[in-house]
T-cell receptor, first 114, second 111 residues
């Protein structure tokens, strides 16, 4: 398997624009996670899915953020409208089990909002 | 609220040295603890996963221990190499299914 695949790797946009980040988890993994990493706050869990269903979105910072998982092999994280403080690296990760499975991360999407 | 602390924040050692990275957590109600490695500009790579019922895990030159009652874990790296240079993060999966990360230890191994 190619691992967790994220796109785009880098995104530079202007404030107010819509941003869509994409993720393909490892085949067979039932859990998918979206994290955000910044220097100030470290790694923060935004939302996670189990079998395509959102389970916990309490980490989503504002209504401007939304995430979907229309099928087992694809998820999106959308920010609309984007703001400079959204600049961060966004990681997608997947695992086979929540309590026992290792977490496998993608290479991340580096977002810069000007 | 679970807090994960990693000490030291940064470490620089000569090649060949054995070293220990420390991780502590405030709430012992955890399912497991995981150690990750992160290279600059890259994602996190899982190194070792220790279930709450286990005391240690080993993989090659890496050994991780877990003392759940005292809220501590250590990552031991034997015979360090320049290729080990990276940021090492520990994370605990707490009841409620949230993985809480430490801030990481930046390791530099000098050749």
């Amino acid at each position: 398997d190619a691992g967790v695949i994220q796109s785009p790797r880098h995104e530079v946009t202007e404030m107010g624009q819509e941003v869509t980040l994409r993720c393909k988890p490892i085949s067979g993994h039932d859990y998918l996670f979206w994290y955000r990493q910044t220097m100030m706050r470290g790694l923060e869990l935004l939302i996670y899915f189990n079998n395509n269903v959102p389970i916990d979105d309490s980490g989503m910072p504002e209504d401007r953020f939304s995430a979907k998982m229309p099928n087992a092999s694809f998820s999106t994280l959308k920010i609309q409208p984007s703001e400079p403080r959204d600049s961060a690296v966004y990681f997608c990760a997947s695992s086979q089990g929540l309590n026992t499975g290792e977490l496998f991360f993608g290479e991340g999407s580096r977002l810069t909002v000007l | 609220k679970q807090e994960v602390t990693q000490i030291p924040a940064a470490l620089s050692v000569p090649e060949g040295e054995n070293l220990v990275l420390n991780c502590s957590f405030t709430d012992s109600a955890i399912y497991n603890l995981q150690w990750f490695r992160q290279d600059p500009g890259k994602g996190l790579t899982s190194l070792l996963l220790i279930q709450s019922s286990q005391r240690e895990q080993t993989s090659g030159r890496l050994n991780a221990s877990l003392d759940k009652s005292s809220g501590r874990s250590t990552l031991y790296i034997a015979a360090s190499q320049p290729g080990d240079s990276a940021t090492y993060l520990c994370a605990v999966l707490e009841y409620g299914n949230k993985l809480v990360f430490g801030a990481g230890t930046i390791l530099r191994v000098k050749s």
